[in-house]
């Protein structure tokens, strides 16, 4: 006797699910390279080291996709439609330490933050599972304002310029710097007539920068922003899905046109190449870096859940207990993976899980093809260089779309929150939201308390999360409604 097989367990025909699979990686590729793209530049490294971040990216999301969406055991992947991609949550923490430490060895702090987080998210995912009573709509909507809000600074630099660096707003006027090397040197030559000049005495910026916000970046990136709401207006199904990568590659080619992108480093890429372990830095394990990234695992694991749930309500599979602690496990799974290949932490793109719905396609052999799909293009060099040569001028007008839906998710999810018999849930917001806002308005807040506690409190992610649950706890208490996570998640659209 032969039992009908679940829409999920589906094996479709090898053509149909190339083709799926391959829209399926479509979908995510954008948000998929914009966090190597932000860290690497972040932590200043090499134009070749950000293209070995972005390959091993795609191969590590093909891996976990893998993992999540097939099976590994009894112990990890929840077995649905699921593709796996970095994280924007962790963006900001992974900023913050990069800004403190630039460069490989900032890096390595990163890579073992990241490997000491996915150990413990393992180790938790069953707790994890039981604590959707802490993260209610009200405090996840919240926290994925405050992550949207907190990009979206990135998304405006990349269009116009850093406030620091060879593009910030103002450079030294020379008149200046040649007054101060002149008494240098005239402090050198006299000995002891003249005071020594300070070491580390430096002049500020006065005059305004020429390469600070001109008007081809602006418009170039405005043409990148025009090109997708159009596409997101006009077209209809998968070509408005993926409408923030066409906008990229409109932009792309008017910079190539425009003599404003070289491809120098795409020709001198490879066409293959294997991604190896610990290839840009040896991990170095921080106790309270691995705690802030924990504690962004937290968030991430609890989103997901949401997800999963929502998931299985949408592909009418239900999800028990032992399946999402097998799902959230992979979580963290994931980001030891990418901590050792020197990636990133990894969790479910809604995106992904919003094309299962409009698809109407449920079988998770698609997932599957979309992740061997991103190993393939992990291993081929020459695409990680063509992304990484990219302006950030191009980049700025798809950010500030990624950036923004992040931020409008939160607001949608915040709109079904019950304001009017529960005025609390105001202050739980409001609050929560300017404790966010701190690192970002006065970056320098932290300058008198332990310098140990300035990585924990350096994110406004992390401070508003706490405020949020801490809020909501000291209001509402710890009340579990399944349901209302579930339609908070079938909101979230871009993670």
């Known amino acids: 006797m032969t039992y009908p097989v679940h829409p999920v367990d589906e094996r479709l025909p090898g053509g149909k699910l190339a083709a ?36 091993a990216d795609l191969f590590c999301c093909g891996i976990v996709t893998l993992i999540q969406s097939l099976g590994a055991t009894q112990w990890f992947g929840i077995k649905l439609p699921v593709m796996m991609g970095v994280t924007f949550a ?3 923490p992974m900023v913050a330490m990069a800004n403190a430490t630039p460069g490989t060895e900032g890096a390595g702090l990163i890579f073992g933050a990241i490997i000491g987080a996915g150990v413990i998210s393992i180790a938790i995912a069953p707790i994890v599972s039981r604590m959707l009573r802490f993260f209610p709509p009200v405090v996840t909507g919240t926290i994925i304002a405050v992550i949207g809000i907190s990009l979206m600074r990135i998304g405006i630099n990349w269009i116009f310029g850093n406030p620091f660096g060879p593009t910030a707003p103002n450079v030294v006027s020379p008149d200046h710097a040649k007054w101060l090397a002149d008494v240098g040197g005239m402090a050198s030559a006299a000995g002891t007539t003249l005071p020594a000049v300070p070491k580390g005495l430096a002049l500020v910026g006065t005059v305004p920068n020429p390469k600070y916000a001109p008007l081809a970046h602006i418009a170039i990136a405005s043409v990148v922003l025009v090109s997708i709401l159009l596409i997101a207006k006009y077209a209809k199904g998968f070509i408005a899905n993926i409408s923030v990568l066409l906008g990229i590659i409109i932009g792309g080619v008017i910079a190539t046109a425009a003599g404003l992108m070289s491809f120098d480093k795409v020709g001198k890429a490879s066409w293959f190449d294997l991604v190896l372990p610990f290839e840009i830095a040896t991990p170095v394990f921080d106790p309270i870096l691995i705690l802030t990234m924990s504690l962004v695992m937290i968030v991430v694991m609890i989103e997901s859940t949401g997800m999963f749930l929502a998931l299985g309500d949408m592909t009418g599979k239900r999800v028990d207990k032992r399946m999402l602690t097998a799902g959230l496990r992979t979580d963290g799974l994931g980001t030891l993976i990418g901590g050792i290949f020197n990636t990133f932490p990894y969790t479910s793109f809604s995106q992904n899980v919003g094309l299962v719905g ?138």
């Open 90 to 92: 962790s963006v900001a």
């Open 20 to 55: 799926l699979g391959l829209q399926h990686v479509l979908v995510m590729y954008a948000g998929a390279v914009a966090v190597p793209l932000i860290v690497g530049r972040a932590l200043k490294l090499s134009p070749e080291q950000v293209a070995m971040l972005i390959s």
């Open 358 to 495: 409009v698809t109407g396609v449920k079988s998770r052999f698609v997932c599957v093809a979309g992740g061997v799909i991103l190993i393939v293009l992990g291993l081929l060099p020459k695409m990680a260089a063509l992304v990484e040569s990219l302006p950030t001028f191009v980049l700025g007008g798809a950010g500030l779309v990624m950036f923004g839906m992040v931020a409008a998710t939160g607001i949608r999810i915040l709109a079904n929150v019950d304001y009017q018999t529960n005025r609390n849930n105001l202050f739980i917001v409001a609050v929560s939201i300017g404790f966010g806002m701190i690192p970002l308005v006065a970056p320098s807040f932290k300058q008198w308390l332990p310098h140990g506690l300035h990585p924990l409190i350096e994110s406004g992610i992390l401070l508003a999360s706490l405020s949020a649950v801490l809020l909501n706890l000291f209001f509402n208490g710890a009340r579990e409604d399944t349901d209302a996570i579930i339609q908070a998640a079938s909101h979230a659209d871009v993670h």
